[in-house]
């Protein structure tokens, strides 16, 4: 059995939203940056938890988590988007298009950190 066939639909429980940092005139010469949802990627993905920690910076406790998120296969998405899922925004940190077949992709995600 191939990896892709090991994935269905009925897997895809969590809704998501996938998102990309976009820069915007302000009208003064400068720019306001903001998160804007991807036309056509994918709204529903399998969510693992990985792993959690916490780590200190700028004076404070900050908790992190690494999650495991399978969709299906959408080109447009880099690891510099981010998805939101239950509430939360994770930053991509990898993606894998399970054997290059452009069925399925399975993402390694981190919340808790700035992008």
């Known amino acids: 059995m191939t990896l ?36 056509g990627a994918p709204t529903r993905a399998m969510v693992e938890s990985m792993s959690g920690g916490e780590r200190f910076a700028s004076a404070r406790i900050e908790a992190t988590a690494t999650h495991k998120i399978t969709t ?3 080109a447009s998405i880099t690891e510099t988007d981010a998805v939101l899922f239950k509430g939360k925004r994770a930053n991509i940190r990898f993606i894998n298009n399970v054997e290059e077949r452009d069925l399925w992709m399975v993402l390694d995600v981190q919340t808790g950190v700035p992008g």
């Open 4 to 39: 892709c066939c090991k994935y269905n639909a009925g897997m895809l429980r969590t809704t998501v939203q996938f998102q990309r940092l976009v820069r915007t005139s302000d009208g003064a010469g400068g720019f306001t940056q903001s998160w804007q949802n991807i036309s």
């Open 72 to 74: 299906r296969y959408f």
